[in-house]
């Protein structure tokens, strides 16, 4: 049987298609193999370096690769956290004849954080809460959109700075599957299945010493289930208001567009058909993304959520700013555009090369402004932005590690 190299097109690796894929991955020696920071799996992977990206090459069975590769394609096109399918290889043989795994190649998201490594990096105060929002929010979209995992833990999620904040991303979808609607037994399942495997790495983690000995792993895990009904409630659940109190259907919106989300839809029912004094609200189609995808409409940026929300906000000040010197502030479009010319851009080319894969454009401006913010209380004055970044380029960011690719060290 022939090898079988089938590419995502426009995303094709080429320096890949040469590598030796009649060998198992477990014995490949080649000069592009890069040891990086990963979770545990239960299957061989290796990483490659093509250029100046880097591609996750998992071995595994024929239809279970397929079915992955499938998958997590139809994930991204849902645009939920993913990472990137970029092409499969079937029909492996070694040069004896025997049949060896296919190999599913992913390419490795930019910025992106196994939990260790942020263990590692932060220590575990206030890290177990953050890793735990980042998996429920992600957990609520999937549900929202009718996948179930059934594999969510700590080894298989990817993190993401996000302004204070942390984003996960599915990196495994072996288990996935896409139900519409999807059962309520199977949503069950799926949360209590990331409890316990959430409370298991935790556990490992302790167990290793390299959580604090006072660390409430059971508190962990059962804020991960009590957080993810709550915000599945707030998303999905039915209120009830007066029907002479529409503007409470307003409020709800808002609340969603605060957590994030954005409403597509709404279903609204009277007590009766002659107009009963009660109504229901239901929102029936829900997507994250709210703050995201208004920056993307004001000036082309795609960050991920919370960084948006900072950046909306820092837009609304250059607005009041304008306002106040110019005498009157420009339309909300004129508003993001000279933002982006005249504030973050120049800042992002501001950085040195050596420190630009520190952090992501969008994560680096939000420190940028908590720093500024440090040093005006400070000053009890304003300081600038060009002042604040020469502060931030000397004191915080030339200390920060590598994050665009991490490395296993």
Avoid at 23 to 41: F, H, N, Q, Y
Avoid at 333 to 362: C, K, M
Wanted: net charge negative; with cysteine.
């Amino acid at each position: 049987m022939a090898i079988r190299v089938q590419f995502v097109p426009g995303r094709e690796p080429p320096e890949l298609l040469d590598l030796a894929w009649g060998a198992p991955l477990a014995t490949w020696d080649d000069d592009r193999l890069v040891d990086m920071a990963r979770g545990e799996s239960r299957h061989v992977v290796r990483f490659v370096r093509d250029g100046e990206r880097v591609y996750a090459l998992k071995e595994t069975a024929p239809a279970d690769a397929e079915r992955e590769y499938s998958m997590l394609r139809l994930l991204a096109v849902e645009r939920l956290p993913v990472v990137e399918a970029v092409g499969l290889v079937t029909g492996r043989q070694s040069p004896a004849g025997d049949h060896l795994g296919a190999v599913l190649i992913t390419r490795y998201l930019d910025y992106s954080l196994p939990f260790r490594y942020l263990l590692g990096a932060e220590g575990g105060s206030l890290l177990g809460p953050r890793l735990v929002d980042a998996a429920v929010v992600l957990l609520t979209r999937l549900h929202l959109d009718g996948f179930y995992w059934g594999d969510c833990s700590l080894s298989n999620l990817l993190f993401r700075r996000d302004a204070g904040a942390l984003t996960a991303h599915l990196v495994d979808a072996e288990t996935a599957e896409r139900h519409r609607p999807l059962p309520e037994g199977l949503r069950q399942s799926d949360v209590e299945l990331a409890r316990e495997n959430v409370a298991g790495g935790l556990l490992d983690l302790h167990a290793e010493g390299r959580l604090e000995i006072e660390a409430d792993v059971a508190g962990l895990a059962d804020a991960l289930e009590e957080r993810y009904r709550l915000l599945w409630d707030e998303l999905t659940g039915t209120h009830e208001v007066d029907a002479a109190e529409r503007h409470l259907i307003d409020r709800r919106i808002r609340r969603l567009n605060e957590l994030g989300f954005d409403v597509g839809e709404l279903v609204v029912e009277r007590d009766s058909p002659g107009g009963g004094a009660r109504m229901r609200v239901t929102p029936v189609l829900v997507e994250e993304g709210h703050h995201s995808g208004e920056l993307r409409r004001l000036t082309g940026l795609e960050v991920q959520e919370n960084q948006a929300r900072r950046l909306l906000n820092d837009i609304a000040a250059f607005g009041a700013y304008l306002g106040r010197t110019e005498g009157r502030p420009p339309p909300g479009a004129l508003v993001a555009a000279r933002w982006l010319a005249e504030v973050y851009e120049p800042i992002v080319a501001s950085i040195p090369d050596e420190l630009l894969g520190r952090l992501e454009p969008a994560e680096l401006f939000h420190e940028l402004l908590e720093h500024r913010y440090f040093l005006s209380m400070n000053a009890a004055d304003e300081v600038d932005n060009a002042t604040a970044l020469v502060s931030y380029l000397e004191t915080v960011l030339q200390f920060r590690p590598e994050e665009r690719v991490v490395l296993d060290e």
